[in-house]
């Protein structure tokens, strides 16, 4: 599991770090708020911890805009702020959690273990060999696609992207969902290269690429294949 942990104080960063690599969880540092935007807008992670009060850009800052891109990835806010009205603001801007500072390391690992359990897997796999779509049909264990009367090969990564809209059709995918899904955990190309795939996919599937009717685009956050079947 990979979690962002966005903070600005060394020391506490440190020990959080320390303590959540003990737990066997990959931990990435963000020291400010600019810097976490960066990463999560090329990277993929399962939580994302982040502090308030951040340089460049303040938490509720990078909250807002990373709702915007991605609604689903479960935010624990840690924060010195530690009132009523602060918790309310912070859960009502977007956090799944708020804990003040200081707090116990379990409690901060219990918590995240609680948001996980709750993060439900709403993937319904297609598990045929063979897809038809209007005028194009896939073949995924072949590595086949055809448009109308053309034939075309198809990488791996295509398909798997391909896959991946499919499983969950008529519905937005993001960037970051597809960098975890294809490309795993280890290797993170950007997000460019993830709309270069998506345009080749459009050349093979849609009569007209520019204005396509079957691989949308959302705009600032991912894609989703619009299908009937």
Excluded: C
């Excluded at 805009?65 to 479960?74: D, Q």
């Excluded at 270069?196 to 705009?219: C, G, H, M, Q, W």
Aim: glycine share 6%; aromatic share 10%.
């Amino acid at each position: 599991m990979r979690i962002l942990l966005v903070e600005d104080e060394k020391n506490l960063r440190d020990i959080i770090i320390l303590n959540l690599e003990l737990e066997d969880y990959e931990v990435v540092p963000a020291v400010n708020g600019e810097e976490a935007l960066e990463k999560i807008e090329g990277q993929y992670f399962d939580i994302i911890i982040l502090d308030l009060m951040l340089p460049k850009i303040n938490g509720l800052g990078v909250l807002a805009t990373l709702r915007i891109k991605n609604p689903n990835i479960p935010v624990i806010i840690i924060s010195a702020k530690g009132t009523s009205t602060d918790r309310i603001t912070g859960l009502k801007s977007g956090a799944n959690d708020y804990l003040s500072k200081p707090f116990e390391m379990e409690e901060l690992i219990l918590r995240i273990q609680n948001l996980v359990q709750r993060t439900p897997n709403t993937n319904n796999d297609f598990n045929e060999e063979i897809f038809v779509f209007g005028n194009n049909k896939i073949d995924f264990k072949a590595y086949k696609g055809w448009h109308g009367e053309a034939t075309f090969d198809m990488s791996p990564k295509e398909t798997q992207i391909f896959k991946l809209l499919l499983n969950n059709k008529n519905e937005v995918v993001s960037r970051h969902e597809i960098l975890k899904t294809v490309w795993g955990y280890d290797v993170f190309p950007s997000t460019r290269t993830i709309d270069n795939f998506i345009a080749t996919l459009r050349k093979f599937f849609e009569d007209d690429p520019k204005s396509p009717e079957y691989i949308k685009s959302v705009r600032g956050v991912g894609y989703k294949l619009v299908v009937t079947s």
